[in-house]
């Protein structure tokens, strides 16, 4: 059953949402139909007064269905779909009857559309509650009359930030923004929505903007006020998203156009930037990877079959830098308890100060109370004696990225370990495979690699040496979803996949300075294309010195089979010849003025000096960006990585490749196989072999082969 009819005594009819079959209740051609037609026979009764809608299921109403959404693909399928979806909300207000929301739980999108089309809103004090209009998230705007009916309730300037940031906000917190119009406990929802109905729903079973003579809170679009949010609201937004979401665009073209007519004419506006929203590219690309993959991720789809689940009461993090401080930090708000061991006694307490001042932060910024802080603090336990590590679940190694030190600490910690803990090696570019040959149980050891900085970033990539076993891998990803984190599993090799694919980006950047680019073309050209910095500014960040550390120990260990690029040739002048290791050192490619803003170092012009003829924006943009494509194509072919929306979610996750594009993958997906392996057939011939297509892809457009099923 999708829809539950009753009608009581007193003349109020109560529909509730109660979608069985499905995870949640959601909004599709199936149970709209149903609803439709529970609330036609409301309105068509003599004997009903009003109407109360609510839920059977702890959740009112998650938004739309995102299979259904992703599933039709043609602009007049969607235009029907969104059509039948505004005549719905249109029929419950001007029915002549007065509909309530009583909101218990969360509602969002779609769901919290049909509330605000209801003529009263009635949250349940739950605290676990979201109400909002997220849709922005994944590449939408509210499409069943949001951003027509929240700008007409709580005015534009307060609406807009809802609407372009995708707010989700508690049910008191909803209250005080004017989103409902009250909150009360659980258990007397229902009583007050009766109540309400029975004493005030006659006379306000219009809505206020149906009314002769409404006007915006706030002030007219046409004004000067209005002027100065939209004027300011597209200047961020440019500077913002350069151009590559149209969502948020859309939004505010819906709110500017539409919030100027009368509501019919701006649900008109809403549905036909909708429409073009919905079976754009970046629509489909951002709800499966950020949806569908990530919720597949999070419920750990790739864990082995038949390994019970694994409790973790104990960790062990070798190596109290900021990253193993951040790991630490991570696992202590996951209620483990914490051995964070170090060299030495004061470096192992830099590392839980690191972590305490992060707690710290937020008791200042009124998120933690002090007594949580203290809580978490006490979780964690300093110290440089490797007995401490006895009876710890899970050993994180953190140490840095030298083959000796990894083996030294895995042999002194697993001599303090139960046979059956697991060994995890936080390294971003050794092969697990070899760091392995130095542990007495390889079966029990595994890569855990975590991302900078590892407290706040959501990603674990997991990997899988040559001997790990069932066992270890699935219980390494009870560990990842205990750390409330993301995983992706990928198969061993030299930089594993996300730092393999990472380093392209980082590299194209100082191949093209090497080329005589101009450093502000290059980086300006990185964030015009959707990445979070440029690609100078991310060397500096992750540190040029240790960048030069990692090449040198991949010559090493390949022997005659390396081959030196630009890249090493810049690398070595930054870091041997000039000292400029990056932001650590307060210079690299970037000048750090204490107390100033970073600035590109002049110096820069002179070493490598720029080229007559500069290329255009856009051809920065695609070597910057395809170049990362074709790596991770490789690590599919050679089996790194397994499954496309695996490569796409450890991208956008990882290293914060452009959602817009849908990862990876995704950016091949949206251009076509057969016209990007041409682009980058062009773009070998012209720079270089890394940009050949790999065999895998030319075999896939001469079978018209997809990575995703339209």
């Not at 307060?586 to 000048?591: A, E, I, L, M, V």
């Amino acid at each position: 059953m999708t829809i539950d009819y009753t009608t009581g005594a007193d003349g109020i009819a109560t529909l509730t949402w109660n979608m069985a079959d499905a995870p949640m209740n959601v909004l599709n051609e199936r149970s709209m139909a149903a609803f439709g037609e529970a609330a036609r026979k409301a309105v068509a009764d003599p004997q009903v007064k009003g109407v109360i809608i609510t839920s059977a299921r702890p959740e009112f109403i998650v938004g739309a269905d995102l299979n259904m959404m992703l599933a039709i693909e043609d602009a007049p399928g969607m235009m029907r779909f969104v059509t039948d979806l505004h005549a719905l909300m249109r029929g419950i207000e001007t029915g002549g009857k007065s509909f309530v929301a009583a909101i218990n739980g969360t509602a969002l999108g779609g769901g919290y559309e049909l509330a605000l089309a209801c003529h009263r809103r009635i949250a349940a004090d739950n605290p676990k509650a979201l109400i909002g209009l997220p849709e922005v998230g994944i590449g939408l705007l509210p499409g069943g009359g949001g951003t027509q009916r929240l700008p007409r309730m709580i005015g534009v300037r307060n609406a807009l930030p809802m609407l372009l940031e995708g707010k989700k906000l508690t049910p008191a917190k909803a209250l005080a923004a004017g989103m409902v119009d009250e909150v009360v406990p659980a258990g007397e929802l229902l009583a007050r929505a009766r109540a309400w109905l029975l004493k005030d729903g006659a006379a306000n079973a219009v809505q206020p903007w149906d009314r002769k003579g409404f006007k915006l809170p706030g002030g007219p679009v046409q004004s000067p006020a209005g002027y100065e949010t939209f004027t300011a609201g597209n200047a961020m937004l440019r500077e913002k998203t350069f151009g590559n979401y149209p969502a948020p665009a859309a939004i505010m073209s819906c709110v500017y156009n539409g919030c100027q007519v009368d509501i019919e004419t701006g649900c008109k506006v809403e549905m036909r930037e909708f429409v073009k929203l919905a079976v754009g590219a970046e629509a489909k690309n951002m709800i499966r990877s950020l949806f569908f993959g990530i919720t597949a991720a999070n419920k750990l789809s790739a864990r082995p079959q038949g390994v019970a689940t694994a409790a973790y009461r104990k960790v062990g993090i070798l190596g109290a830098g900021m990253m193993g401080a951040g790991i630490a930090c991570a696992a202590a708000e996951a209620g483990l308890d914490v051995v964070l061991l170090d060299t030495s006694a004061d470096l192992a307490a830099r590392g839980k100060a690191y972590a305490d001042a992060c707690w710290a932060k937020q008791v200042q910024q009124g998120r933690m109370s002090e007594a949580d802080r203290a809580k978490l603090a006490a979780r964690i336990r300093p110290t440089s004696d490797f007995a401490a590590l006895d009876g710890c679940d899970i050993v994180v190694e953190a140490v840095f990225e030298d083959r000796a030190l990894k083996a030294e600490v895995t042999r002194k910690a697993e001599a303090m370990l139960a046979p059956t803990a697991v060994f995890a090696s936080n390294t971003s570019t050794l092969p697990i495979t070899g760091l392995a040959q130095a542990s007495a149980r390889p079966a029990n050891f595994i890569g855990l690699h975590f991302f900078s900085p590892a407290e706040k970033m959501p990603l674990v990539e997991i990997i899988r040496g040559q001997a790990t076993s069932d066992d270890c891998l699935a219980r390494a990803m009870d560990f990842v979803k205990a750390l409330r984190k993301t995983p992706i599993v990928v198969n061993d090799s030299r930089g594993f996949y996300t730092s393999r694919v990472f380093s392209t980006y980082v590299g194209e950047g100082l191949t093209l300075l090497a080329e005589g680019v101009k450093p502000a073309l290059i980086d300006n050209a990185g964030r015009m294309a959707g990445m979070p910095v440029g690609p100078l500014a991310l060397a500096d960040e992750v540190s040029l010195e240790l960048m030069a550390r990692i090449r040198r120990q991949t010559a090493a260990d390949l022997g005659a089979a390396y081959v030196r690029s630009a890249i090493d040739e810049v690398c070595d002048r930054m870091v041997d010849q000039l000292a400029r290791l990056g932001k650590k050192a307060g210079k690299g490619f970037y000048d750090y003025p204490q107390g100033g803003t970073k600035r590109l170092w002049p110096g820069l012009a002179e070493i490598w000096p720029a080229a007559a003829q500069q290329p255009d924006v856009a051809e920065v943009k695609r070597r910057l960006m395809f170049i990362q494509s074709l790596e991770t194509v490789r690590c599919m072919e050679e089996g790194v990585v397994t499954a496309a929306i695996d490569a796409d979610v450890g991208a956008i996750l990882g290293w914060g490749f452009p959602p817009f594009l849908g990862g990876p993958i995704g950016q091949i997906h949206s251009r076509g196989i057969a016209a990007f392996v041409s682009d980058c057939e062009e773009l070998a011939r012209r720079h270089g072999p890394r940009f050949a297509p790999p065999e895998l892809l030319r075999k896939m457009a001469r079978e018209n082969e997809l990575f995703y099923q339209r």
